[in-house]
């Protein structure tokens, strides 16, 4: 246990999600914690305002001095996200400090307790939110180390004890493969990250592995239809239509879905406290593993109408009669297509005006047909440039060449600088950011515009 071992913890890469949330929970338990990460953000904020030291200089000039030379009693977290040639890492390594990755680390820590795990390519982040809220509303004791900051509790880390956790299990890296759980979830397994993984089949196998690590006894949920493998000694239940649980009656009233939980339990009229379809069978895969946690149907219901959800997923921003505004973190085609499809069915015939920025050169490369395909949705696009993160330019892939792909009616190239003037002067009813880059920083700036801007007509 990395706290029986360790009094100080350095994170290189601390203002990821899932970052901030392990250096929030080892400070918790006592340790002395610091990190570095590129820019400032509200997350590296936040963590100073809890009084975590954050650099912003890859240099090992700002390491805190009760960090340097320390390498017997500090453990360095990283992110596989952070450059290779990295300074601090450098220096790290020289100095032989105990480095494992931030996959790893969360493996050590949840290791000590119940495990209650939520993989996919989509809807993990909500998922493992929604879970957490329904456990957290029931009164059970446990700890969530989530991958998205909750609306309910505006944070990503919710404290309790050390015996039950719920997390959220990336796919990224293999990361998924530290942990074993006794009950998990997978949403689904959508080829994604092929810069890790080479070949979708390769991903597929890496999700089968993470499942034969659900503990013997153990219960796996999992999407109904995907290609998986299901472990022996296990208690598996597939939701979804044709699935073992599933919702039924499911409609719009009021622009919030109800719906009956059905299967072994039926629980009728639940109301989602989140639109869309997939959030309503993201519901389902979490009141699966909360019943079989114990919760009461009680607890569900009054938790499944009250949880607002995760911030940049399917966030309002400003909702009027003139003029709606959400904001999306997807950034994978078929999460595009979950977002239009959901606002199409809550808005049928506004105008939806969406600005999306492509995160990664080799995930635009890879799925540039779906993305094509879901983008020529909207009635008109805004498409940025792409966001590097971690790669270098591939030549050839652009936003230039993914817009001619693109059969949107009306349709735009937009440098940042320049985003803000072009909206003032578009018609539109619903607004949508989309991305998982940096176009999160434009939205405060976006949302003060539309709260004095006057429909363009």
């Known amino acids: 246990m990395i706290g029986s071992v360790y009094t100080h913890a350095y994170f290189v890469g601390i203002g990821g999600i899932g970052m901030s949330a392990l250096a929030l929970y080892l400070q918790h338990r006592g340790l002395t914690v610091a990190g570095y990460d590129k820019t400032p953000s509200d997350i590296t904020r936040s963590l100073e305002h ?31 996200a952070v450059p290779r040639d990295s300074f601090l890492l450098a220096y790290f390594s020289e100095h032989q ?16 307790g119940q495990t209650l795990a939520v993989a996919g390519t989509h809807g993990k982040t909500t998922t493992s939110t929604m879970l957490a809220h329904i456990l957290r509303v029931a009164d059970v004791d446990f700890t969530g180390i989530l991958g998205g900051v909750s609306s309910n509790y505006d944070s990503n880390l919710l404290l309790g004890g050390h015996k039950r956790f719920v997390v959220e299990a990336d796919e990224f890296d293999r990361s998924f493969l530290q942990l074993n759980p006794q009950m998990a979830v997978i949403t689904s397994m959508d080829a994604d990250h092929l810069d890790i993984y080479g070949a979708p089949e390769h991903m597929t196998e ?8 659900v503990k013997p006894g153990g219960l796996l949920v999992y999407k109904h239809g995907m290609p998986l493998r299901i472990p022996a000694g296990v208690t598996a239940i597939s939701y979804g239509e044709g699935g073992m649980v599933r919702a039924g009656q499911v409609r719009v009233e009021n622009h919030r879905y109800h719906f009956d939980y059905v299967g072994a339990t039926v629980i009728e009229n639940l109301v989602c406290g989140l639109p869309g379809i997939h959030n309503v069978e993201n519901a389902v895969a979490a009141i699966t593993v909360a019943l079989a946690q ?65 995160h990664l050169f080799s995930r635009t490369r890879d799925f540039a047909e779906g993305f094509a395909r879901s983008l ?8 940025l440039d792409i966001y590097p993160a971690r790669e270098l330019p591939i030549p050839g892939i652009t936003s230039g060449w993914l817009l001619e792909q693109i059969t949107a009616p009306a349709k735009a190239l937009v440098q940042k600088a320049e985003l803000l003037d072009t909206i003032q ?6 607004l949508l950011t989309i991305g998982a880059g940096d176009i999160d920083r434009f939205v405060r700036p976006i949302t003060d515009l539309l709260q004095h801007k006057s429909p363009v007509r």
């Not at 809890?50 to 992110?79: K, R």
């Not at 400090?97 to 000590?112: H, I, N, T």
């Not at 089968?208 to 690590?213: E, L, M, P, T």
């Open 50 to 80: 809890a009084g975590i030291a954050v650099s912003f200089t890859d240099s090992m000039e700002t390491l805190p001095e009760d960090f340097q030379g320390a390498a017997t009693h500090t453990i360095v977290i990283y992110t596989p």
């Open 97 to 112: 400090y105990e480095r494992v990755k931030r996959a790893r680390a969360l493996g050590m820590l949840v290791a000590e």
């Open 206 to 213: 890496a999700y089968n592995d993470f499942a034969a690590q």
């Open 294 to 358: 114990g919760v009461s149907i009680a607890d569900i219901r009054t938790a499944i109408a009250g949880f607002k959800g995760v911030k940049r997923r399917f966030e309002y921003c400003i909702d009027r009669e003139d003029c709606v505004y959400i904001d999306d973190y997807a950034h994978h085609p078929t999460e595009i297509n979950a977002l239009l499809t959901s606002v199409r069915q809550l808005y049928p015939g506004r105008k939806v005006l969406g600005i999306f920025q492509p």
């Open 376 to 383: 020529s949705a909207l009635d008109e696009l805004l498409l």
């Open 425 to 430: 002067k578009k018609s539109f009813d619903v």
